[in-house]
């Protein structure tokens, strides 16, 4: 059949209809008498849950001994127990059509889990001797040693993590938030005794959040918990240090360089705020204005119009202590310095001038949507669930975040570009060859050249 004239096409993109309500499910939260928090919510749209346990300890307190610890520690921990070796916990989780796995950021460690409700009780008896009977075979310890060393290689060529690690290094200096990785030489000198012991000292029901959301009910699922976890043995646990920041004497510039790159990453940088801070919300608007979304004015500005780069993007990033706000793009080696023109162009124009009602109303719509989006499967809603209670954000900060959001005005956007889009002190990070972006650079300020392996050049 013929398309149709393209005079009776439509001839505007219809309306949206307005946003449908979340209909939050009643969750359960309640603390063992071991201290163990627990929080559960019923979801029955499949026969299946999901479930992170937490551990609020993860790479920042253990900074001073090894680096990465907490990550290698939770990594290594999955590989066998007193009671079941590597392989019988790959068997035992096949049987059971589960999945499992465990890692650690700067501030958490956690083991996540999901399967077939008809196995809960199975496969949450496999997560609690993980949690508190992991025995750490040495020769795993070995192989995961092995390619954590072999991915380190990797990463000290990939302009992304030279750049992320160079800017958290000049935002954070000496505190943990200022490494993100070991180097080889950390790696190769760790000890199964260190991961034993961090495991012992953190990996306390006291310490920990279980998170879990799928088929079942609650009071049932809390009577399998108590049995699976209700021994676990109590005990003392350390924060993790938090020393002085480094102070940013205005805008400066760090060159990594990487020799015979033929393009360039771009970091940009200031210290923010957490999640706790009144002013998130506020923020987290701004940004995806800025450059947090497909259709912000970075994207419009280098991607669409200058055509510098593929994927610009920006974010505010939140932990625990303290978060810094970025902006990234990889461009060709002839456009350092006009990309950079670009980014502060915007930034500035965030800072004087209102949004438009049409672009603010956009900017909200977007967040609430992704909001939404991220609460349609069990995955999001435990990760969301999980992140406000480890946050200890108020009780009713999920179901009231939507109407929060849609509250905002440009003037609260104009006040957190303000406030934290610090165009003056901006830290600059560039990866790529020095001979090639060197002059670009210096347009910005007197580069600070450093290697691929973070000394000074």
């Given at each position: 059949?013929?398309?149709?004239?393209?005079?009776?096409?439509?001839?505007?993109?219809?309306?949206?209809?307005?946003?449908?309500?979340?209909?939050?499910?009643?969750?359960?939260?309640?603390?063992?008498?071991?201290?163990?928090?627990?929080?559960?919510?019923?979801?029955?749209?499949?026969?299946?849950?999901?479930?992170?346990?937490?551990?609020?300890?993860?790479?920042?307190?253990?900074?001073?001994?090894?680096?990465?610890?907490?990550?290698?520690t939770?990594?290594?921990?999955?590989?066998?127990?007193?009671?079941?070796?590597?392989r019988?916990?790959?068997?035992?989780?096949?049987?059971?059509?589960?999945?499992?796995?465990?890692?650690?950021?700067?501030?958490?460690?956690?083991?996540?889990?999901?399967?077939?409700?008809?196995?809960s009780?199975?496969?949450?008896?496999?997560?609690?001797?993980?949690?508190?009977?992991?025995?750490?075979?040495?020769?795993?310890?070995?192989?995961?040693?092995?390619?954590?060393?072999?991915?380190?290689?990797?990463?000290?060529?990939?302009?992304?993590?030279?750049?992320?690690?160079?800017l958290r290094?000049?935002?954070?200096?000496?505190?943990?938030?200022g490494?993100?990785?070991?180097?080889?030489?950390?790696?190769?000198?760790?000890?199964?005794e260190?991961?034993?012991?961090?495991y012992?000292?953190?990996?306390?029901?006291?310490?920990?959040?279980?998170?879990?959301?799928?088929?079942?009910?609650?009071?049932?699922?809390?009577?399998?918990?108590?049995?699976?976890?209700?021994?676990?043995?109590?005990?003392?646990?350390?924060?993790?240090?938090?020393?002085?920041?480094?102070?940013?004497?205005?805008?400066?510039?760090?060159?990594?360089?990487?020799?015979?790159?033929?393009?360039?990453?771009?970091?940009?940088?200031?210290?923010?705020?957490?999640?706790?801070?009144?002013?998130w919300?506020?923020?987290?608007?701004?940004?995806?204005?800025y450059?947090?979304?497909?259709?912000?004015?970075?994207?419009?500005?280098?991607?669409?119009?200058?055509?510098?780069?593929?994927?610009?993007?920006?974010?505010?990033?939140?932990?625990?202590?303290?978060?810094?706000?970025?902006?990234?793009?990889?461009?060709?080696?002839?456009?350092?310095?006009?990309?950079?023109?670009?980014?502060?162009?915007?930034?500035?124009?965030?800072?004087?001038?209102?949004?438009?009602?049409?672009?603010?109303?956009?900017?909200?719509?977007?967040?609430?949507?992704?909001?939404?989006?991220?609460l349609?499967?069990?995955?999001?809603?435990?990760?969301?669930?999980?992140?406000?209670?480890?946050?200890k954000?108020?009780?009713?900060?999920?179901?009231?975040?939507?109407?929060?959001v849609?509250?905002?005005?440009?003037?609260?956007?104009?006040?957190?570009?303000?406030?934290?889009?610090?165009?003056?002190?901006?830290?600059?990070?560039?990866?790529?060859d020095?001979?090639?972006?060197?002059?670009?650079?210096?347009?910005?300020?007197?580069?600070?050249?450093?290697?691929?392996?973070?000394?000074?050049?």
């Open positions: 059949m013929a398309s149709a004239p393209r005079s009776e096409l439509p001839a505007a993109v219809p309306p949206l209809t307005p946003a449908r309500p979340v209909i939050w499910p009643p969750r359960v939260h309640k603390t063992l008498s071991n201290g163990l928090e627990v929080v559960l919510v019923e979801s029955h749209t499949i026969p299946k849950f999901t479930g992170e346990l937490f551990f609020r300890s993860g790479n920042a307190v253990a900074i001073a001994k090894a680096p990465g610890l907490a990550d290698m939770a990594t290594v921990a999955r590989t066998g127990t007193l009671k079941r070796s590597s019988e916990i790959e068997e035992d989780l096949r049987r059971m059509g589960s999945d499992l796995s465990s890692g650690a950021g700067a501030d958490t460690s956690v083991i996540s889990f999901a399967g077939l409700v008809e196995f009780n199975g496969l949450l008896g496999l997560v609690s001797e993980l949690a508190q009977q992991a025995n750490f075979p040495e020769d795993e310890f070995e192989r995961e040693r092995r390619q954590l060393i072999e991915g380190l290689r990797i990463e000290r060529t990939t302009p992304g993590f030279l750049a992320s690690e160079r290094r000049v935002l954070f200096g000496a505190h943990p938030y490494t993100i990785s070991p180097t080889e030489v950390q790696v190769t000198s760790y000890r199964v260190q991961l034993k012991e961090f012992q000292r953190y990996y306390r029901p006291g310490n920990a959040l279980l998170v879990m959301v799928g088929d079942f009910s609650p009071q049932a699922m809390l009577a399998q918990i108590e049995s699976a976890f209700g021994s676990w043995a109590s005990g003392p646990v350390e924060e993790a240090p938090d020393p002085a920041l480094p102070e940013l004497p205005g805008r400066r510039v760090y060159l990594v360089h990487l020799p015979g790159s033929v393009q360039t990453q771009i970091s940009v940088g200031n210290r923010a705020i957490t999640r706790k801070h009144p002013d919300l506020r923020l987290t608007l701004a940004n995806s204005i450059g947090g979304a497909f259709n912000s004015r970075l994207v419009m500005n280098i991607r669409e119009e200058k055509g510098y780069t593929y994927s610009p993007h920006s974010g505010a990033h939140p932990m625990r202590q303290h978060g810094y706000f970025s902006i990234g793009a990889a461009v060709r080696n002839d456009v350092v310095a006009a990309t950079l023109t670009e980014i502060f162009y915007e930034i500035d124009r965030m800072r004087s001038t209102p949004v438009g009602e049409e672009e603010l109303d956009d900017a909200r719509s977007y967040l609430t949507g992704v909001f939404s989006l991220g349609a499967t069990q995955d999001g809603l435990a990760g969301q669930l999980a992140t406000s209670t480890l946050e954000l108020p009780d009713d900060y999920l179901e009231t975040y939507r109407e929060r849609l509250k905002l005005t440009s003037a609260d956007v104009l006040d957190a570009a303000q406030k934290y889009f610090d165009s003056a002190h901006a830290q600059i990070v560039i990866v790529g020095r001979a090639e972006i060197e002059s670009q650079a210096a347009q910005f300020g007197k580069p600070e050249v450093y290697d691929a392996q973070g000394n000074r050049i």
